[in-house]
């Protein structure tokens, strides 16, 4: 059956669908059951997360008509919000590190928002990426933007409550998809909005569901090494939803996840399950693999593909 006409792009957002790996899995493994996240509109989990953020600013009387939306991101947050606040009428300026790839700004670029890019020292940018990590900069200068002009909304992804909560509903539809069968969840980290959102559904009615959140190994300040809010950065740029992640005990075992698995991980997706995702989609499935392994037959996990390849034709980088 076709799915009901809808009255706006944005009405297609969330309800993906959950696909068993066929090929990846051993037969003694547990199964693998992936949610195909970059079949939101602009490619990513971010558009559920900038539609829940906008759409309670609104509520709150904290973005207006007339308003410009700034953010910090790597690529994915920033598109969805170029994506949905433009569709909404709201000017959109993305503030991102050198050194990501030049299919996401042109993307951001094409939904009408304005892109700045700013040199972040030490970034290696053919490396593996900590969202978290790298937005510092970008971050300060959203926060200056925001306190020199009444008419700016920094959307704050990395402390934004609106952001975990968009994942409530993500897991919930995990759970029903799976119908109330997890036993494990793994998602990389990022700015924690996915998985501690997944985690507070999927552990509500699941307590013994194991929770693994990842990180690339390449990460300066590793959350897997209890660092949640670098030395020296202020509060109102660093910590937020991690932290509290961290705190909340949901949160069972953080992974670092190499560069080279990643990349060879969302390869084989591409050529033996015919899943068209990026490269935090492969670190995902590739620590999914080995929990599976270790579960064995009979058990259950799941994952999520964040974004579609189409922002890494250029270069491959495992980003969170």
Known sequence: MAP?????????????????????????????????????????????????????AEAEGKLKPGYTIVEASTGNTGTALSFVGTRLGYNVEIYMPEGMTRERIKIMESYGAKVFEMKIEGLDAKGSVAGAEVEFIPRKKCLDLERSNPKV????????????????????????????????????????????????????????????????????????DGITSPPGVSKDIS???????????????????TNEDAIKTSDRL?????????????????????????????????????DHRDRYLSEKKYTT
């Open 153 to 224: 909304w920094w959307a704050r992804q990395f402390c934004n409550p609106a952001n975990w909560r968009a994942h409530i509903v993500t897991g919930n539809e995990i759970l029903e998809q799976m119908n109330g069968k997890v036993d494990a969840f793994i998602a990389s980290i990022g700015v924690g909005g996915t998985l501690y959102g997944c985690a507070k559904a999927l552990k509500a009615k699941l307590p013994k569901c194991r929770v693994i959140g990842l990180e690339p190994a390449s990460a300066r300040y590793a959350i897997s």
């Open 270 to 306: 591409v050529k033996e399950e015919g899943l068209f995702c990026g490269i935090s989609s492969g670190a995902n499935v590739y620590h999914s693999l080995k929990v599976a392994e270790t579960l064995g037959k009979g058990k259950r996990v799941a994952t999520v593909l964040p």
């Open 4 to 56: 009901k006409a809808v009255d706006s792009i944005l009405d297609v957002i969330g309800n993906t669908p959950l696909v068993k790996l066929q090929k990846l899995v051993p037969p003694k493994s547990a199964d693998i059951f992936v949610k195909p996240e970059y079949l939101n509109p602009s490619g990513s989990y971010k558009d559920r997360i900038a539609l829940e953020m906008i759409r309670t």
């Open 239 to 257: 910590g937020g939803i991690i932290e509290e992640m961290m705190e909340s005990g949901l949160i069972d075992e953080v992974v670092k996840v």
